[in-house]
C-alpha cells in the first residue's frame, strides 16, 4: 500500500518532537493514517488529503491540540504537524488490536454479547458527554469513528478533528444517515452542535443494539436508486421511525427487516421507549431529544438487570424492576425466564435506588454505591463485591467481598455481622449489607 508519505520520511511537530513515518495503516474520506516512530515509541500521524489541507481544517487542528483534552477513551490529536510546506497532519495515539470496527459488527463477523453492546453503549454516552461538557462539539458521531472491544464494551473515539468549540460554524456538518434532520434539510439557521450530536447519538445506539438503521424501513425499500436526493427526503425531508407508533408506513418489512424485529423485540421497554421518543418528537423538535443523562441511566439500569436463560445461556434484557420475565429470545429456544434474586442498592444523599440482578456472574462495582458517578466502568479495577458459588455445595451461592475494607451485614436474626475483604456472606432474601456507605438488601425477585 503506497501513500502520500514515504517509509522513512522525517518531520518534526510543532511540540518539537521528531518523527519517522515507518507504515502506512489505512486511508478514509479527509486523509490517510501512519504508523510513525517516536522517542517516546511507536504513534500514529493523521495526514491530510491535499483537498482537505485547508487552513481551517489546520486551525480545527491547532485548537484542539492546544486543549490538551486528556480521556483515555479519546484518541485525541496531541500535536500538528507540517512539512513546511502546505501539507500538515496531526499525531495521536496507535488503536489497539483489540478495538473493532462497527462495520465488522453489523456484518456479522465479531462475536460479542447484549453484556458487551449495552456496555459499549453506555460508555459511548459517557464519552461524547465528557465531550459537551467541555464545550465541545463533535458533529460527526457515525460507525466511522467509534471502535469498541466485543469481550468487555470498551470502546474508543478516533477522528477527533472535526469536533469544535459548541457554535462554531466552521468544518463538516457529518455524516448524512446521521445526520439531524434540520441539518440535512439545511434548515435557516441550523448548523451542527451538541443539540444535532443527540440525534447522530440515538442513532448510533439504534444501530449498536438493534444492527438497523432506525429511519430504514419499508419507504427505503421502494427507493430505486438512493442517491442524494433520496437520502435527504429519508433522512431529513420525510423521515419516519421504522417502529412509529402512530405512522406504520416506514415499518420494518418480514422478510427484508427480520433482524430489526426480533432485536426490538428482545430490548427492554426502558430503551424502547427513549428510542421511540427520541425518533418522533425529536425528529420534529431538536429540543425534545433523549439527553445523554436520561440514556445513561437506561442503559445502566438495563444492563444491570440482564439475565441467562436457564436452557441455552443466552443473555436477555429485563425490566430492572420487574417480577416477572418473558421468555428467551432466541428463535430455537425461547425458553420461559427465570428472574434471580435482586440486589436493592440505595445510595447516600441524594438517595437512588441501584438494581441489580443476581445472575451467576453478577458484580458490584464502584460507581453502583454513589448517585451520581463521574463515569462507570465494569472493570475488575472498580469491582467491590461479586455473586460465587460455594465450592463444595453446587448452587449455593453467596457474595464475595472484593473492596479493601469491610462490610457491616444483618442476618435474619437482627444480629449484625462483619464481612471482611475476601469473605463471603452466605446469599438469602432479606440480607441487608453496608458498603462505602450505601445500603444494599437482596430481594427474592
Not at 322 to 350: K, M
Request: proline share 6%.
Amino acid at each position: 500500500m503506497t501513500g502520500m508519505l514515504d517509509s522513512g520520511t522525517r518531520l518534526t511537530a510543532d511540540n518539537g518532537e521528531e518523527i519517522q513515518v515507518s507504515e502506512m495503516l489505512g486511508a478514509g474520506g479527509q486523509g490517510e493514517v501512519y504508523r510513525v516512530r517516536t522517542k517516546d515509541g511507536d504513534k500514529a500521524l493523521k495526514w491530510y488529503f491535499p483537498q482537505c489541507a485547508t487552513r481551517e481544517q489546520q486551525a480545527i487542528v491547532r485548537e484542539l491540540v492546544d486543549r490538551e483534552f486528556d480521556d483515555d477513551r479519546f484518541l485525541w490529536p496531541t500535536a500538528h504537524v507540517a512539512d513546511g510546506q502546505d501539507a500538515f497532519g496531526y499525531l495521536m495515539g496507535i488503536r489497539p488490536d483489540r478495538f473493532k470496527g462497527l462495520p465488522d459488527l453489523f456484518r456479522r463477523k465479531l462475536t460479542t454479547t447484549p453484556r458487551a453492546l449495552l456496555t459499549a453503549c453506555l460508555y459511548t454516552v459517557e464519552a461524547y458527554q465528557a465531550l459537551h461538557s467541555r464545550g465541545i462539539a463533535y458533529r460527526d458521531i457515525s460507525w466511522g469513528n467509534i471502535f469498541f472491544d466485543p469481550v468487555t464494551g470498551d470502546v474508543l473515539v478516533c477522528d477527533n478533528d472535526n469536533a469544535v468549540v459548541e457554535g462554531d460554524s466552521s468544518g463538516i456538518s457529518g455524516t448524512m444517515e446521521f445526520m439531524a434532520p434540520e441539518l440535512v434539510r439545511g434548515d435557516p439557521g441550523a448548523r451542527p452542535g451538541t443539540q444535532t450530536d443527540l440525534h447522530s447519538l440515538s442513532v448510533l445506539l439504534f444501530m449498536l443494539l438493534m444492527n438497523h438503521h432506525p429511519l430504514k424501513g419499508k419507504q427505503e425499500l421502494r427507493i430505486h436508486c438512493l442517491d442524494e436526493a433520496a437520502e435527504k427526503r429519508l433522512y431529513g425531508k420525510q423521515p419516519l421511525f421504522v417502529f412509529d407508533p402512530m405512522d406504520h408506513a416506514n415499518e420494518p418489512d418480514p422478510s427484508e427487516h427480520a433482524t430489526v424485529l426480533a432485536t426490538w423485540a428482545a430490548a427492554a421497554e426502558e430503551l424502547q421507549d427513549l428510542f421511540t421518543h427520541n425518533f418522533t418528537e425529536g425528529l420534529r423538535e431538536p429540543a425534545a431529544r433523549v439527553r445523554e443523562s436520561q440514556w445513561r441511566d437506561a442503559l445502566r439500569a438495563v444492563l444491570d438487570a440482564v439475565v441467562d436463560c436457564p436452557a441455552c445461556g443466552r443473555q436477555n434484557m429485563t425490566e430492572p424492576t420487574a417480577v416477572t420475565a418473558g421468555t428467551c429470545w432466541g428463535w430455537d429456544c425461547r425458553t420461559a425466564l427465570a428472574l434471580p434474586p435482586r440486589l436493592v442498592i440505595t445510595t447516600p444523599s441524594p438517595r437512588t435506588e441501584r438494581h441489580i440482578r443476581l445472575r451467576r456472574t453478577a458484580r458490584v462495582h464502584t460507581h453502583h454505591l454513589v448517585a451520581e458517578p463521574s463515569r462507570h466502568d465494569y472493570s475488575d479495577a472498580t469491582l467491590v463485591a461479586e455473586l460465587t458459588e460455594h465450592p463444595q455445595k453446587p448452587g449455593r451461592f453467596g457474595l464475595a467481598n472484593r473492596s479493601d475494607s469491610a462490610w457491616s451485614g444483618t442476618r435474619s436474626d437482627g444480629t449484625s455481622q462483619q464481612i471482611e475483604p475476601g469473605q463471603t456472606v452466605p446469599l438469602r432474601a432479606g440480607l441487608e449489607l453496608g458498603l462505602r456507605g450505601a445500603q444494599a438488601v437482596v430481594q427474592a425477585k
